[in-house]
């Protein structure tokens, strides 16, 4: 089942994905460190994911207005 986002969600999670990825950096100092690693790791995925979904919606809109 497939998900269909506007560029507009697409960009809201873009943004909740950086937001997360900011509070992960800052809880370092409270969890244990491989804990942290995943974490991190996990949220640059799903932020290279929703960029990657951006990009996509905005070639359409550049095809599509030609």
Do not use: G, Y
């Amino acid at each position: 089942m497939r998900i269909q986002l506007t560029k507009q969600e697409c960009l809201w999670l873009a943004d909740l994905a950086k937001k997360e990825k900011e509070r992960a950096a800052t809880a370092n100092q409270e969890m244990p460190s491989r804990i942290f690693e995943l974490r991190r790791d996990n949220m640059a995925d799903l932020e290279s994911k929703l960029n990657t979904a951006v990009q996509k919606e905005i070639q359409k809109e550049r095809n599509h207005a030609r």
